[in-house]
C-alpha cells in the first residue's frame, strides 16, 4: 500500500498546488493577495465574527492573520472592534467597502475557477465532494489519534 498511497498523495498535493496556482493568479490580477481575498470572502455575506473564529474559518495562520487584517484596514475594506465583554475578543467585519469589494471580487473569482470544472456533471461533484469528505474526515481523525512511530512499509 506505500507505493499506491505515495502515489495518491503526490496527486493531491499536485492538484493543490495547481488550484493554488489558478486561484493565486486570478485573485492577484483583481489586486488582492490569495490571502486578502480569503478574508474578504468569509466575512462576505456576513455580519462579521470573532478574530478566532476567522482565523478558523480561512486557513491562515494567527500571526498572518493580523497583518493580513492590517493592510485590509489600511485599506478601508475591514473594521475591528474590540469586544467590551471580554477585551481580549476582537470582532472583525467589513465595511461598506469591504462589501463592495467582496461584491466585485467574489462573483468573477469563482467563475474564473469554474472554467476548471468546464465538463462535470453533477455526478462528478457528488462524487468529488463524497471523496473530499471522506479524506477530509480521516485526516481530522488522525490529527486527533495519539502518535505512534510510522510502519515500515
Known amino acids: 500500500m506505500g507505493e499506491?498511497?505515495?502515489?495518491?498523495?503526490?496527486?493531491?498535493?499536485?492538484?493543490?498546488?495547481a488550484f493554488?496556482?489558478?486561484?493565486?493568479?486570478?485573485?492577484?490580477?483583481?489586486g488582492l493577495t490569495p490571502a486578502q481575498f480569503d478574508v474578504i470572502a468569509t466575512l462576505g455575506n456576513t455580519p462579521g465574527m470573532s478574530a478566532k473564529e476567522l482565523g478558523?474559518?480561512?486557513l491562515i495562520t494567527k500571526g498572518t492573520l493580523t497583518g493580513v487584517v492590517d493592510r485590509l484596514v489600511d485599506r478601508g475594506f475591514v473594521e475591528?472592534?474590540?469586544?467590551?465583554?471580554?477585551?481580549?475578543?476582537?470582532?472583525?467585519?467589513?465595511?461598506p467597502a469591504g462589501e463592495a469589494e467582496?461584491?466585485?471580487?467574489?462573483?468573477?473569482?469563482?467563475?474564473?475557477?469554474?472554467?476548471?470544472?468546464?465538463?462535470?456533471?453533477?455526478?462528478?461533484?457528488?462524487?468529488?465532494?463524497?471523496h473530499l469528505l471522506r479524506m477530509r474526515d480521516g485526516f481530522?481523525?488522525?490529527a486527533r489519534r495519539p502518535r505512534r512511530k510510522p510502519r515500515a512499509d
Open 102 to 130: 467582496f461584491e466585485r471580487v467574489f462573483g468573477p473569482h469563482v467563475a474564473y475557477c469554474r472554467r476548471a470544472f468546464h465538463d462535470y456533471v453533477a455526478q462528478d461533484f457528488d462524487a468529488l465532494d463524497a
Open 56 to 58: 478558523q474559518r480561512t
Open 80 to 95: 475591528r472592534e474590540v469586544v467590551p465583554e471580554d477585551r481580549r475578543s476582537v470582532f472583525v467585519r467589513l465595511t
Open 4 to 17: 499506491r498511497y505515495q502515489r495518491s498523495l503526490r496527486l493531491l498535493s499536485e492538484t493543490y498546488q
Open 20 to 30: 493554488e496556482r489558478l486561484s493565486g493568479r486570478h485573485v492577484r490580477e483583481l
Open 140 to 142: 481530522t481523525a488522525a
